[in-house]
Structure formats: structure tokens, C-alpha cells
T-cell receptor
């Protein structure tokens, strides 16, 4: 079975600072990987996904993530945090077979200090 | 505009009553999902459906039921057998591969 680990429940950064949210996965084969963002009392929005090809994936709102097979990681980064980035972020994994479905991490809350 | 509509946004029910949450999508996606979200626990899969008239249990299906009579609709019933139904419920849909899900805005159910 696949699983996702997001260490810690809360990250706080200053506006303009680097954002780094960590995600490690457990899978017997290279999976599909996803990052989602959730603002309070709303649904989730897809930030970016890795399926095949280039391991550095660029998403919306200036976020990017790099798939590192040797480290089983898919960390999310943004060079300069903005106040509007404050939200909860979820990493998710799926296998690549038919009828695959997502398995989510527990999420991490990002706070941005002015 | 294409998307997923969940209704209502807030729902209050008395303990022991069944309640049905609506989910409609016009994205022409084959797969639909129901998740439950509790603080600090992430999203947990309740039920999913890959095709009309077929659905499978997820990780926490006890006390819930679903139907998939139309491609566009995937209603979730929270029954009186669900021990702790107060939660935020999210519906999603996706293409088959990769299953990058589009989410509705959620329904917050409070049972009193």
C-alpha cells in the first residue's frame, strides 16, 4: 500500500522568505505525485503534479516541486512567500495503474509573517 | 463553467437522522470520490466510483452509503450508523489517469 508522510503540522515563514514543504512517499514503483492547496472552508485546488518526464515540475502561484526517486521525496518550494500563500497544503500519491486513486498526507499549515 | 457543485455548504442534523449530501459535476469525468476531513487527519476516502452503477468502499465506509445512477451525480448518505458524523465532507472527480482530482467546495455537516 502507498503512503505519504508530511513531517510536522505547521510551518511559519516571513514574507519574502523561501517556502519549503516536505513530502516523502512509500511506493514499490515510481508513482504519480501531487500537491494540493486548501484555503479555509474551501475545497482543494491542484497546485502541480508529477507523472512522467522532467522531475522538476512547475505549478501555479510560483510553486514548484522536484521528484527525487532515490530519496522518495517530492518537496514543494517557492522562492519568495507571499501573504496569500497562507493555507493548508497536502501532498498526495497514486499508483500508475488503471483505476488508481489518491492517498493523501495529513497536510501542513503554512503561515506567512509580515 | 465546468466544475463540481456540492450542496448544501452547511448542514445541521439531529443525532439519529440520515442525511444526504449532494455532489454534481459537469466535467465529464468518469471517476468520483467522497472524502471526509477532520482536523489534523488529512483526507480519508469514504467511497469512490470509477463508472456509472459501480462503486467501491474506501478506507472509512462504515456508516455511509452512495449511489452512482448518473455520470454527473454521486450523492453520499450519512446514516445513523455513523458514530461520529460531524465533519467536513469533500467530493471530487477526476479523469482515470492520472487521477488529478477536482474538488467541490465541501459540505460542513454538524450533528447535534
Amino acid at each position: 500500500a502507498q503512503s505519504v508522510t508530511q513531517l510536522g503540522s505547521h510551518v511559519s515563514v516571513s514574507e519574502g522568505a523561501l517556502v519549503l514543504l516536505r513530502c516523502n512517499y512509500s511506493s514499490s514503483v515510481p508513482p504519480y505525485l501531487f500537491w494540493y492547496v486548501q484555503y479555509p472552508n474551501q475545497g482543494l485546488q491542484l497546485l502541480l503534479k508529477y507523472t512522467t518526464g522532467a522531475t522538476l515540475v512547475k505549478g501555479i502561484n510560483g510553486f514548484e516541486a522536484e521528484f527525487k526517486k532515490s530519496e522518495t521525496s517530492f518537496h514543494l518550494t517557492k522562492p519568495s512567500a507571499h501573504m496569500s500563500d497562507a493555507a493548508e497544503y497536502f501532498c498526495a500519491v497514486s499508483d500508475t495503474g488503471a483505476n488508481s486513486k489518491l492517498t493523501f498526507g495529513k497536510g501542513i499549515t503554512l503561515s506567512v509573517r509580515p | 463553467d465546468g466544475g463540481i457543485t456540492q450542496s448544501p455548504k452547511y448542514l445541521f442534523r439531529k443525532e439519529g437522522q440520515n442525511v444526504t449530501l449532494s455532489c454534481e459535476q459537469n466535467l465529464n469525468h468518469d471517476a468520483m470520490y467522497w472524502y471526509r476531513q477532520d482536523p489534523g487527519q488529512g483526507l480519508r476516502l469514504i467511497y469512490y466510483s470509477q463508472i456509472v452503477n459501480d462503486f467501491q468502499k474506501g478506507d472509512i465506509a462504515e456508516g455511509y452509503s452512495v449511489s452512482r445512477e448518473k455520470k454527473e451525480s454521486f450523492p453520499l448518505t450519512v446514516t445513523s450508523a455513523q458514530k461520529n458524523p460531524t465533519a467536513f465532507y469533500l467530493c471530487a472527480s477526476s479523469v482515470q489517469l492520472p487521477p488529478a482530482a477536482f474538488f467541490g467546495q465541501g459540505t460542513r455537516l454538524t450533528v447535534v
